[in-house]
């Protein structure tokens, strides 16, 4: 069964850093396209950046271009999000997510039928 599983949320303070990791269980995910969403508490679902099978093209939300950087190690099978200066805005829990297709993966708003999806990892930023 295919699985992603998130690590390395936390609690930082307005300003700080986090590097969210997103390790998958099957060998497809080198072909797949990856992304990070989050979900701050009461609003819904947000795309934050997305890369491609081969890491050459990424894509980032208005709101994080500048500040987080998505890439990947596909002989470790891990999507990265590394989050500078964060602020409490982005707040929330980071999904992380594959799919075969690039257009579903980086729709607006997000596609909920992407193929998988892992459980999440809790950000707190702290002002």
């Known amino acids: 069964q295919a699985q992603l599983m998130e690590s390395g949320g936390g609690e930082v303070q307005a300003g700080g850093s986090l590097r969210l990791s997103c390790a998958a269980s099957?060998?497809?995910?080198?072909?797949?396209?990856a992304a990070w969403f989050r979900q701050a508490p009461g609003k819904e679902r947000q795309f934050v950046a997305a890369?491609?099978?081969?890491?050459?093209?990424?894509s980032y939300a208005d709101s994080v271009q500048g500040r987080f950087t998505i890439f990947r190690n596909n002989k470790k099978r891990i999507v990265f999000l590394q989050m500078n200066n964060l602020q409490p805005e982005d707040t929330g829990v980071y999904y992380c997510a594959a799919d075969g297709n690039w257009g579903r993966i980086v729709a607006d708003p997000p596609y909920r039928g992407l193929e998988v999806w892992g459980q999440g990892t809790l950000v707190t930023v702290s002002s």
């Open positions: 890369v491609s099978w081969a890491g050459d093209s990424t």
């Open positions: 099957f060998q497809a995910f080198t072909d797949y396209p």
